[in-house]
């Protein structure tokens, strides 16, 4: 008998406890969205998607974070506050005050938003997904 979906995510997750749900997708070819539902229930909540907008409209107001993006095995990473933004061209563009992170979200492609709270190398983290 074949292990489910879940089950393969829980044990993935056993044996690597330091990784992050986009790198358990990628590694056992499964959604992020699953690898998520598969954490324990007191790790994770979700909102509607309706919500998006007031989510994105309140990060500027959470002052410093730690903004990660991975992309193809790659991790950037930026400290310091969540810019302002807003929609044109179809995207969400980040318009930061001075030098700071920005760039362009295509929310039309966003389908969950997900919050996590999980120990990441021994320290609370917490992240939107």
């Known amino acids: 008998m074949?292990?489910?979906?879940?089950?393969?995510i829980k044990q993935y997750l056993t044996s690597n406890p330091s990784v992050m749900p986009s790198q358990v997708a990628d590694a056992l070819g499964v959604s992020e969205l699953a690898v998520?539902?598969?954490l324990p229930e007191d790790e994770w909540a979700s909102i509607p998607l309706t919500h998006i907008d007031a989510l994105f409209s309140s990060l500027p107001e959470w002052g410093n974070v730690t903004t990660i993006i991975t992309v193809s095995g790659n991790i950037f990473e930026f400290k310091g506050p969540f810019p302002k933004g807003k929609y044109a061209r179809g995207?969400?563009?980040?318009?930061?005050?001075?030098?700071?992170?920005?760039?362009?979200?295509?929310l039309d492609d966003v389908t969950h938003i997900v919050f996590i709270s999980?120990?990441?190398?021994?320290?609370?983290?917490?992240s939107i997904n």
């Open 2 to 8: 074949q292990p489910t979906e879940s089950k393969l």
């Open 118 to 126: 999980k120990a990441f190398r021994g320290k609370e983290s917490y």
């Open 91 to 106: 995207y969400y563009n980040l318009i930061p005050k001075d030098n700071g992170f920005h760039g362009h979200l295509k």
């Open 36 to 38: 998520v539902k598969a």
